[in-house]
């Protein structure tokens, strides 16, 4: 079974999908402040086309992987299986921003999808599977919350309409959805940014 090595850049798309959702979402909560315009759906949109090619990618690629299992022994079921829930997440959400469907249902999913992250990061580092526990356990970890964030923030745009104006409640949880995503991203690019040089010099 050859080794496939795409790790690289299966990290670049999910720090990619991190950029478009925090520049998407927060891109309409500040126009939100701003002009009070309750269109929530339409400046969504925007953003949903670039996430579903993402989330089609990635789904295809974690399919690959679950099944050719291309990484050394069990890492193909620490990185495939979050990595396949994640995909399955950000198609979800693009969709249903396209449909005009109610953000919270995937949110629910993404509540839970943050939890296996955290439940497969925390076991592995427990297990000693990397040479840097701590990048690992933070990437997962930071994964984790920005899913389980998730859900409270497709609350908060699902019920933007409704509103006047929005709470300090609402910014704290929108803050913390993005600094989940932004962290989460930057580790995502940093530990492909370190694998590319030893991907180039030793392919399979």
Known sequence: MAFIDDLALELFLLSLVGVIAVYMTALV???YKKTGTKDIENNLRPGAFPLLAFGVIIIIMALYGEMKWPLPGSYNILFYDPYLIFGIVVMLMAIAIIFRQK???VGIVAFF??????YYG???????????PIAMLGLYIAFGLTGIFTFPTTLIYDEFPAKNKSSTLWTAILVIFWIGLIVSAVLAAFTAIEAVPQHLLAPP
């Open 113 to 118: 999808s943050g939890i296996i992250a955290i």
């Open 103 to 105: 953000l919270q249902y």
């Open 29 to 31: 909560f500040f126009q």
């Open 122 to 132: 925390a076991n592995a580092y427990i297990d000693g599977m990397t040479k840097t």
